[in-house]
């Protein structure tokens, strides 16, 4: 990563080299996309199938049953594999080579799933898909899916676990193959394939097999097919995504609860004084109090300035926040696109006492608050964790970070125990980075519809071990609906959405990167 | 309460009229001792009949058989009694005439209990009376109860629900009038006696009750015999005990909790903003720091400076400082017992979002807090609400009182649902009252030790309705041993304060209210 942000700004200035492909590439795109039309109930039934294999990451057997799936999806097609085991569910590696190519492009998914409540989940169980004609409050009725041959409305979806995160990707690179293959077409770069499976399990294994393997999953691009498009539905690219660091705080009071008419307002209430510790936090307007959070991030640059500018102008914005029900944004005006490019700190929950129908009328003993941290690139984990630790101590407090014993209590006044998981560092790459800029262009000439372009999405995948360990410049090629339910019951995929990534997904295995060269070169030359 | 407190600061020094009768009281406490010593067991067992008839407030037939049980322990002593029905559980009613008094006592208990967690007793059930040679931690064994004529260590305990709270007072108060009269003594005052049934319920009837039975109940003195003593065990007499108020207050964000990733730092976060509402209530150093919240305490007095000062200067408060693990209470080095004569604002519990192993990465959608206020003498529960509602809009918020439905929240930045129940105002006797200042001085002339004399208890009864609606002096004698386990598993009753607490009771009976008057009168007359 960071030898791509060291790049000077000039360079994100990027220029099509030619246009002399044009007319071709239209074409190559229409034949891509009337393969699938003629192959729906093909493509729909190799997802159905794979659906139909439970996928927790912690559920050992099916996971195995998913990888070998996976694998004989993949040789079926020529795809040289292997399984990368981890001593828990095994990477799925793929590699197909393409005469005369000089880039690989690596293609990551997940084919775990989020743990399923069963009894959340309406007119079926998980993993025994179902077709409906719209989402579930519109269309509740379960329809049964059309015979060979039938013919699929873009509005209707699948329902199961996964469908749609994460193995519809999957499923849609497999089907951007054969569809290029029918068209007489091949990949322009090497193609490898990694399928991760605990990657809802925290991908606990991702960097140390990178970091093993680092010879055989070198890359120049790699592509991470996961996640929802834009609200819009409008194809998507993204170029980062943040990292993060789960912070638990425990502050204490007396050894137990006490009465409070006997004792409020003279024993220390832990509860308050986590209300203190979290309002010092950040100024009431969604900006971090916290000393140096913002210190370290980089400035936005040209490129990701526009593109934040045509995020910010989206009509969609202003419907998406009535429909949140949101009175008034924090960021002082600036629209959730721009927030995501700074360091955040988010308290998810607080608990102390009781309340409601259980309130007890007492002073509580201790009180805890979880917050996450998304970081963005160049501010590391360790350093906002540190922020955070000089920040408590600031306030007069004692951090520890075990379990305090009595007399540690009875020794200090103010006392925070501060648990951290510093989690992992963002992943960005600059808009202008010539190879990003590559599959950009190639989405934008495939897609039917604008392309929403993202400077970094606001959530966290471990993406820096791209950049950072394989040296592979980072995008995000998310195909499935936003309104997917991922990791919620009634996880659904909208088929249109599906049948369009396939076209996109095709566009960024037909990359040419020697089609878009930087401002800065002689412009006589081919650049990358 | 107003026509006590608004009595001169002068009047609240009384003198002795008489000494004349100590040596014939010394001997009348030492009879009264006496006849308790020799009827140990006799009073143990009345004591441990009564603890076997469960008596939640809930228990409509065992509360009635509760009712009957105790009217009949009355009428076998001479005592006229009614049941003053409720609709719920009854008032159990007694009066005994005293040929030639002038004044009236009432004495006020409460038969019902706690509920129970069965589960949670060891080695018997909660309506199963044991006796242990001490607390269970220290004396787990279960001892059998001695045969007739059979001595009780005063450590020894009797493990039941309401062997502390609040059956022991009833029985005391029955065996002190026995021992009175076998000593050939008549109580000085009239006496009334009213044992209530829902108590522990939040006394729903009693304020109804006592304004439909103002002529019968009327009184000079009313005697609380509830709760536990002073920590130290010592002998104990409060003259006050705070008012309450509940209140519950939810912050609003957006409609649904949203993914932190995405949303963090520009959607509001109502967990941040409860935090920076709790903050803003008070200064971290346990004072309230809403406008107002002070103005309507009254002036401490000469005597409360008094007792207050004797209070803070136990060596028991830094005991229990350390047991406690109190490392620096609030309130700027005045001990508890003054911090109590403040109203409070003690934050009771916090929930938003997840903590721990439950904590999603998401922004929540509200935030709630309960609070309860205590009230001091003078402070009305609506004013402070008022106060708080006033804070809460100079921090910017809407105030709504009912859950706001979408319109409301997208038209409001800054929500806040409030749902105060307002409970009770506080008691407070001033300490120099003429009929209080006998009663303490009829304990002292009785106790063995010397007597804890406390301006105000920190916790909250219903005592209001004493003054104000019976116009009787309010003193709380409570008799049991502070570490009962009130209101939890393992509830017990030390015999020696039990033993005790009869002769204090008989003592509060022999009132003489013509020993002391008030210093505003002639000064020939001895002072203490």
């Known amino acids: 990563m960071p030898n791509l942000r060291t790049l000077p700004a000039a360079i994100a200035l990027l220029v099509l080299a030619t246009t002399s492909r044009l007319g071709a590439q239209t074409g190559e795109h229409e034949a891509v996309r009337a393969y699938v039309d003629a192959h729906q109930h093909a493509i729909v039934t190799e997802l159905v199938d794979l659906l139909r294999i439970p996928n927790a990451a912690s559920d050992r057997a099916n996971i195995r049953r998913n990888a070998e799936s996976l694998r004989g999806l993949m040789e079926r097609r020529g795809i040289r594999t292997r399984l990368l085991e981890t001593g828990g569910p095994p990477l799925v590696y793929g590699e197909l080579e393409v005469p005369g190519a000089t880039r690989t492009v690596l293609i990551y998914a997940h084919y775990d799933g989020q743990p399923v409540d069963t009894t959340r989940w309406v007119g079926h169980r998980p993993f025994e898909p179902v077709l409906r004609a719209g989402p579930l409050d519109a269309a509740p009725e379960i329809l049964p899916f059309p015979p060979p041959g039938g013919r699929y409305d873009p509005d209707w979806r699948v329902f199961a676990r996964s469908a749609s995160d994460d193995k519809a990707p999957i499923v849609a690179v497999l089907a951007a193959l054969d569809a290029l293959r029918a068209a007489g077409l091949q990949p322009r770069a090497r193609l490898k394939f990694l399928f991760e499976g605990d990657e809802e399990a925290g991908s606990p294994n991702l960097e140390r097999m990178l970091r093993a393997n680092r010879e055989l999953l070198r890359a120049d691009v790699a592509v991470i097919a996961d ?37 409020g307002n003279w024993a220390p209430n832990p509860a308050e004084r986590l209300a203190e510790l979290l309002a010092s936090m950040q100024d009431g307007s969604g900006r971090v109090a916290i000393e140096g959070w913002y210190d370290d991030v980089a400035p936005v640059g040209d490129e990701e300035r526009e593109a934040l500018d045509a995020l910010g102008a989206l ?14 944004p924090e960021g002082a005006g600036r629209s959730r696109w721009e927030m995501v490019m700074l360091p955040s700190l988010n308290v998810k929950g607080v608990r102390s006492g009781w309340v409601g129908a259980e309130a007890r009328t007492i002073v509580p003993d201790v009180a805890v608050a979880d917050l996450d941290f998304r970081l963005v690139a160049d501010v590391r984990p360790e350093r906002q964790v540190e922020r ?11 951090v520890v970070h075990e379990e305090p014993d009595a007399a540690t209590r009875l020794a200090h006044p103010r ?13 960005r790459t600059p808009m202008g980075h010539p190879a990003a800029r590559a599959v950009l262009d190639a989405v934008r000439r495939a897609a039917r519809d604008d392309v929403v372009a993202i400077p970094t999405m606001g959530g966290s995948v471990p993406g820096y071990v791209f950049p950072e360990l394989l040296g592979a410049t980072f995008v995000n090629l998310p195909i499935v609906n936003p309104d997917n339910n991922q990791h919620s019951p009634n996880e659904n995929l909208r088929l249109g959405d599906f ?24 412009p006589e030359g081919r650049t990358r």
Chains 1, 2 share one sequence.
Not at 388 to 398: D, E, F, M, V
Not at 500 to 518: E, P, W
């Open 315 to 328: 009509p969609d914005n202003e419907a998406e926040r009535r429909r949140l029900g949101i009175a008034e």
């Open 499 to 522: 049948f369009d990534g396939i076209v996109l997904l095709a566009a960024a295995m037909r990359v040419d990167f020697d089609r878009v060269r930087s401002a800065t070169e002689p």
């Open 227 to 263: 996640g929802p498009r834009h609200p819009s539905g409008r194809p998507t690219i993204a170029f980062g995504a943040r990292g993060i660091v789960s912070v638990h705080l425990t502050v204490y009071g007396a050894l137990r609860p006490l009465h409070s008419g006997h004792y």
């Open 388 to 398: 955070l630790t000089a920040h408590l101590r600031a306030q007069g407090y004692h």
């Open 415 to 427: 006392l925070v125990r501060l648990a951290a998981r510093t989690g992992y560092p963002a992943v």
